[in-house]
Nanobody, 121 residues
Framework: VQLQASGGGFVQAGGSLRLSCVAS???????????MGWYRQAPGKQRELVAS???????NSADSVKGRFTISRNNSKKTVYLQMNGLKPEDTAVYYC?????????????WGQGTLVTVSS
């Protein structure tokens, strides 16, 4: 699965960005079966799961972004989104789109290239 993320950039604290991730080589009927997630990795920190969405649309998000970030998907466009509002400097990181599966928790299988989000104070 090839995942292409976009939408990162530079924004001031309190601003918004929307990340997009297209599964460019999937057909939409296959994409519909994918569980998807967004991870991030800040400088000097471990990679962390930010939000996930199941094939049926059930979403989960990390406590650090609850109420600010929203994950969604458009199966006809083979795309998953991460709407980020109320951005804080601590949200600065490289964000990665993944395809995965839900066992006990979400586990990634395929990774896209990262997109950098920089939030200034």
């Amino acid at each position: 699965v090839q995942l292409q993320a976009s939408g990162g950039g530079f924004v001031q604290a309190g601003g918004s960005l929307r990340l997009s991730c297209v599964a460019s080589r999937a057909i939409f009927s296959t994409f519909m079966t994918y569980d998807m997630g967004w991870y991030r990795q800040a400088p000097g920190k471990q990679r962390e799961l930010v939000a996930s969405i199941s094939s049926t649309g059930t979403t989960n998000s990390a406590d650090s972004v609850k109420g600010r970030f929203t994950i969604s998907r458009n199966n006809s466009k083979k795309t998953v989104y991460l709407q980020m509002n109320g951005l804080k400097p601590e949200d600065t990181a490289v964000y990665y789109c993944t395809r995965g599966y839900f066992g006990t928790d979400y586990s990634p299988l395929d990774w896209g290239q990262g997109t950098l989000v920089t939030v200034s104070s």
